[in-house]
């Protein structure tokens, strides 16, 4: 496994307010190829384009890397045959090692029927080989940026479900306490009236 990350100082940027920043963070990538010229090749361009890059040289590889690294984008080349790019995209999610990442899937310029069948898997998306890199770029930057505006949507419906949870409780108790309020004033109206009657009839027995 390799990893390739451009150090930062040797692309000066101009000053950036604090959300710019943050938005233009390195994305983590991981490409997993079979072919090593190709990852090489792949790897210092996108790294030149501000991706840190980590490379898998086979599915089985790439598995064992994302227990500890996490990433935004996977690209698998569709001509692995170690471990098939598509079974390698479903044992990742089944083990539920990217659930945040964007799966792009690297094919032949000719091959539509693999882009098809990549897409139907699930892929967010299928870039062909050779690549404009300017264009790649662009694609993933969408793709992540699409992916972080559904899980900010994501949290931010879990935050009402959790609000409407609570006051549904609240609610709940609060039924409860009035209930219990009721409870006790018509307990206490009766013990009221048991006393007005006991009253009364000791009048009527004095009388």
Not at 152 to 173: P, Q, V
Request: glycine share 4%.
């Amino acid at each position: 496994m390799q990893f390739w990350k451009r150090d930062s100082i040797s692309r000066p940027q101009p000053a950036q307010a604090p959300d710019t920043a943050r938005a233009a963070r390195r994305l983590r990538l991981l490409l997993v190829d079979e072919d090593a010229t190709s990852r090489a090749v792949v790897a210092r361009r996108l790294s030149h384009l501000g991706y840190d890059v980590a490379l898998a040289e086979n599915g089985f590889t790439a598995l064992s890397m994302l227990v500890a690294r996490p990433v935004d984008i996977i690209l698998i080349d569709m001509a692995l045959t170690l471990l098939p790019a598509l079974v390698t995209m479903r044992k990742i999610r089944a083990a539920g090692l990217a659930d945040n990442a964007c799966f792009v899937m690297i094919g032949g310029r000719s091959d539509r029927v693999c882009a098809v069948e990549a897409l139907d898997a699930g892929a967010d998306d299928h870039v062909v080989k050779p690549f404009d890199f300017d264009l790649l770029d662009a694609r993933l930057r969408h793709l992540c940026a699409r992916a972080e505006q559904v899980g900010a949507l994501a949290r931010h419906n879990a935050e009402l479900d959790a609000r409407i949870a609570r006051r549904a409780l609240e609610l709940g108790e609060t039924r409860d306490a009035l209930a219990e309020m009721q409870a006790d004033r018509a307990r206490l109206v009766s013990s009221i009236q048991a006393l007005h009657d006991e009253i009364a009839r000791l009048n009527a027995t004095r009388n």
